[in-house]
């Protein structure tokens, strides 16, 4: 991961940029333009304030007090009470690698100028992310328009408020202020919304999920290419000819990427398939996972857009000398993309499932009954099919929508939202079930590997069963299981399994 | 729509083509290089067969009797059982537009020459298309993937077999062809497959429901503009500059044609509106039909590659002289268009009510309580409420995913599928319930603007209101609403507002 | 169906009452104590009107128009007015025998005097019951808090306005009149409200519904039956000691009619059966139909209350000389009894479709696969898999929940329903599917009981086999199934097989 | 709680019993007449195995398996190798409440004699239980037919192997057995099926989550009496003549309650009510309350008898001297039970939720916008309806079926599941989300109460005021919310909110 600095402008974030300072720590900077832009926004609106046009959270309430004159000699009690009063959020607290995210998506923003705000607060963002300061954030309350009742927290930490993490502890943010030789912030004009009126916690967490869910299905295609040889399956519908009549991208790349590592497989020379046709969860695998790639390429190019334009509101428009109340902190577009993901997950989980039951099933093997090594007293992998198949049936469940579940509220004026904050949360917790259940397929796929004896396998699944291997050993005995599927998820959810299997691919 | 013959060539069709075949009755022709590549793969099929490759479904069985040789003497024979045993679909027939659509697609596909298929059928699809001659398809019973069960009814009048219906008249397909001076056909290898392994029921439908949906974004935005200009709503979130800091594709192409709609109403140059924030059902509006605006592009692209190319299994590749098993009938990608696209339309459904139920309040417009125009007696647009939030709940209930629930069937050959043709039909059902929902907002936006008297309305909006007004009049008294809602709905079911306020725009 | 006069007196009526009287048109008649109680509480309402106590409905307006005076001279016009503005719903029309259900239901709530209604209105309901005329009821646009939009259109009926059915003729209401003598009536205070202001559509549709489950879930029963004979399975599971250890009360009807019906059975005295365990699909079948028998007992049990108490609002408190404003039109408890069914019926669904599948299944039966009767070139009951399975997939969506998703109405006011019409709709949907599917499951078991031969079977099997064999022949060359499946259905949905085999059960 | 021995005999264990067991570490003691039965059942089985009858899972395999012959030399090895392979549980650990809840409901069920197993291991539960040793169990992975791969943990224990808590203390189990001078436990014949197959850990959490269910309903009733205080609501909807002719239990048991609580409150006597008709969400609550009573009652009833019935498979039964395969671990109609209680509980958190919007409306309330104390600069309760509307999003998501979500396992023979842990699993997440949501409307109402000053209170309203109010000061400054929201959670869920309010309506 590079530990270069990222230079933040406004319109050039990516899911992968987002991923490394979150995860990586990776420091950010902002462009000269981009501080330009952001002083100049903030003229704009005190100049706005002076001629006193009513301006939406500015000289006038949020929600349903935007009838409500706010005198200047007011801004900061105004402000700093709304900081307070929308902090609102419930529930476990984000991980600092989110918190990280999702100042990083906020920040980001910030620098197209039509916020107005003041650049200590800018300024701040970046002092957080590169001093390594996370709020702490409640994850739940947000209906994601805007998630101001989470984003809020970032908020009271400006002002030294709360509590934040720093070098690994929890503590006042004062506190952590005076370490860093940082001073509470003064907050003036419609800083308080510039703070709270963004989907920042949605679309920060929401790339971290898309990050997740591109190594989750790199693991599909790898997996399932193990599965093939265990099965001794039928390669002829991973011929290009095939896919050339069916140019669907996502289906395209995984048929690519998975005749990739079956390069040098026994599968394609051998004359040992007699199979005509493989069941479905087998044959169709390139198709299944592609419609997975279709989904996630949608929604991180609908997610990309958020990421690099504004989600204020009222929304400066400095070429223009105006600001206006707008909407653009819908974010229903690229939520909905979430939820399709869910659904297209749900698919490759339950293929997944169906392919590990066939390979505990000796009339699509000719192994032995559930891969044990001793048909006499071992049972081997026999009720680990519950496992995988109780986990999908959670994951049926959360590929349930939730986007358009909401109230009218504030006086009747927010009577629409997207629960983005939930459907990010539900799709990262459908993949984490995904990387059991993709675990005990690879289980399942090295112990009938071993079974077969000297197959000469892909470049690829070499290297995914050596891995495996490495830490979980062939099941002779029987063993408590759990234990083994630990091992595995371990070695897939870490990224340590998906490095040495593109490592083989690069050689 | 036009009436000219429609040129097929298996690469080429689009969701408009395929809705003008089934609405407007278009012939259709095959292109001479299409026909040339249907003959050369027919003539591989022969060959392949002579030298005995073990084919399934050409000289091996179909499904779990993938291992049974089919002898060549029983081509026929097994051909015509084929088609007997997967008939076997349930319930409520297609309408004749809808089997349109499905031979259409269904031959557009085999153009492309992986079919193997004889040009006799080919050649018949035209024949029923071009003499109207429709086969009845009962609508349920197929997973998807494919939609054997269903297809297998057309093969039925393809053999002279079951019933169509022509001249809107119910017959046996044999008095049919007796009539039109076709002769039942002879099937021979791999024909039965050619009919039946296809998604031409699911991409066929599709493709109108896609047609469909476009039709009622567009009335969304119409509506909403109306209702905007009953609300005397805010137009600044309609202000260009605002969306160009938030370049959605669907967003900016809602606003765009709301502006359009809205040329010339009061409301640009008004200075009666004093809200400054409208609730988001209204501020939101563009971003909400953007939304489904973006899904249903996807959609449509997902179902674009689909209608373009082969869903054959096993395929024929014909500049390499094979014949490969394959899953190319998987139609999961697009199917999760649909998904999405039900979720979206439920957000411009719900949106659409809280509109709706804003207009009857009378501190949102300063009108009178339901929009009745007599306080004292007259109750007015009160109990309409429950009648689209009753449709909501069920759209809500609709957009329910449905394509990964399926089970592992054929002797457990076929553990994949996608529901396609419910997933489709579901969102038929959503998008009927909405003609009503944003007929009946429609009422209430037209009441409220004859209540204010005078207005000077946008071109669109004019044009929209005097459509309705032509249909249904001022509520003055109370009267029977379901007969007021249905005229609504039939008027832009029917495309006839549409039309008059497409016409609006042009001049 | 017994025709004999059904004697209602607000406290005694049963869903198989309400079959009768809507299927059955069995005429009605009120008590005398009835009589005296509606009489009795209308000459309250006009003591409390002239006393001038606000009461809502009465001399003040509905829902959020509950602050307007209603002056004594106008009650007819408010009362009309009432019945013409809640005329709101939508969509396809009652069937004759839900009307009737409907108008029972209604009918019988009023005789317990908590409505205040005239005399004339009851006797109305009286008349058309008997007389057979049956107003058009739209089915659609109501959130169920309560049926008000749909109700009305009996409201319509009754003062001459609408459409009505008649002797099997669509004919406007006042011509029905004419014919049979009755003349428009005129309604008076809270009249209209207690036309519209009950849950009649919902509790009287529900109560069919109740109906169609008791006798799907027998059904569900004999068909098992047929197939355990089918699969030679172990009967074991049935014996009646192992669920005298587990005392659910359904499973032990579910067991006990199983027995029944099996009596005689060569499965009892057979050594021939060697399976130590049949899947649990056949093992866990009177398990999984006891959950659904006990499912149905609660609902029945809440709806009985419904049936059998009053909804109305305000309610009349004849003994204590009040009227007073409540909730008693809350449908929620029984729905949710519903909503719970819809799931129970799925679980039997699925176990239908898994038994099904097995016995195509030639490891489980022994028998040819698909049950062909000719393996060489017959395909059997292969494709089926797919009509059965998608119907499930429905079945799956269709039980998804709805009642809970509702808006807030009417200023406000109204933020609570159950959307019980469309709960009970979706109910009765999942239930017509569940005829295919073990109307298909039937058509496997007799195929397979036929390729066994000779077998013995039980006292209501062989009534079941002999039901079917009479309608659908035995499967020896393939042919169309849409219509072998369409025979099945009608017998078993006809309730000509039911009774057949319950009359096998009695001799 | 009481802290007296519970005695068992497998026929009267109670949810209040599991509780105490559970949370106040109650100890057990085997009544006499059980260790009778569990002796005689034992002896039975070696009589059994002496004759060399098949039994699944005694001299033959499990699941699959069953075709595989258990040599009784082998009784060891194979039951060991039964836990050690049926360990497959993952993810997050259970709470020692809940491993003790499951290890009281498996030992209560084995007393009934239809087991097999040795005295030993029952007494092994016991002396855990007493002891205070906690098995480690995974929660993730069981498909609840039986909960197989979790309940095996628990086995595991008892050999000495995996680890456990004791004083706190996680530590290998060995460990903690030579602390407390236990011996691993040697396994004979049906000893690990005894084990493992129950569904043991649905019923024990099923349990738990029933007692919180009943203390969230005793709370919602509670708070809506609060909330009627704060909105000067209309208590003629409370009148129990109203609920007299409308006799559902749950109606008539919140409604008794709430009377209690409202008890000399200022609303019975009060001319200040001139309200006609308050929300539904007020005017409904006893209703809506009682409809989830209504099935908190019918899923408490169907737990019962699972909890003092066998679900054992094979079936010993004792009088008869027979073992017999069944189906008895089907744990489908109560957890159908818990599907509704969760649609319920949905109905409960929306009403909570459209109570508080209704406090923070001054339309309704006659006070201030939100309840700020300070008009002109704080905000108040503004923010917060959007985490109560999150949370109910959530709800609405997890109220989604899940039971029927089941593939077909082990060779096809276990066709039929419930997901049962993962159904209560989410029940328990519905009420933890309950606990937010109400405590927030327990803030609203006593900041209403607050600014209407000088209230005379019911008796348990007064309660309940001050109990929240000596956790959370009135709301006059704007401050962080989410502390104050904290503080009401732990209030409300640690069950002091409720201890008090009790206490008042006793005296």
Known sequence: MPNDVLILDGQSLTVADVYTVAYGRRPVQISEEAIVRVKASR????????????????????????????????????????????????????????????MLVRLNALLLGCTGVQLAIVQRYVDFLNLEIHPMLPLKGSVGAADITILSHIGLSFIGEGEV????????????????????LVLG???????????????????????ECEEILELADIVYALSLEALRGNVSPLDEAVH???????????????????????????????????????????????????????????????LNSSDDNPCVLLEEKRILSCAN?????????????????????????????KLG??????LSRFLTANEEYSIGYCTVQKTITALDAEIRHLSNPASADYFSLAGDLED?????????????????????????????????IDLRKDLTQGLGTKAAYESIRSAVPFLGEDRNLSIDIEQAYQLLKSGQFLAKVRASLIN
């Open 43 to 102: 003229d704009l609106i005190f100049e706005l304030a002076e001629q006193d046009v009513p301006v939406y959270g500015l000289n006038r309430g949020v929600g349903w007090n935007k009838d409500r004159v706010i005198d200047k000699a007011f801004f900061e009690r105004f402000n700093r009470n709304l900081i307070l009063s929308h902090s609102a959020g419930v529930g476990a607290e984000a991980a600092e690698e989110e918190v990280r995210a999702v």
């Open 189 to 211: 004009p419609k800083d308080g919304l510039a703070i709270v009126s963004s989907n920042a916690l949605s679309a920060g967490t929401g790339a971290l999920v898309l990050h």
């Open 361 to 366: 099933t000796p009339s699509f093997t000719g």
């Open 416 to 448: 629409h939202a997207a629960n983005s904050p939930y459907v990010v949360a539900k799709t990262r917790d459908i993949i984490d079930r995904l990387y059991y259940i993709i675990g005990i397929e690879a289980l399942h796929a090295v112990q009938a």
């Open 244 to 306: 050339r009549v069916r140019p669907y991208k996502g289906q395209l790349k995984s048929v690519a990427h998975v005749r990739d590592i079956l390069k040098q497989s026994y599968l394609w020379n051998s004359n040992l398939v007699d199979s005509l046709q493989d069941p479905l969860s087998f044959r169709g695998a390139c198709q299944i996972h592609g419609a997975a790639y279709d989904a996630l390429q949608y929604t991180r190019e609908q997610l990309h857009i958020h």
């Open 165 to 184: 993490v720093m070098n690994g502890e929890r503590l006042p943010t004062e506190a952590a202020m005076n370490k860093a030789g940082l001073k509470p």
């Open 329 to 357: 902190f819908e974010s229903v577009s690229w939520t909905l993309g979430f939820e399709m993901l869910g659904s297209a997950l749900h698919h490759v989980s339950k293929s997944a499932c169906y392919r590990t039951i």
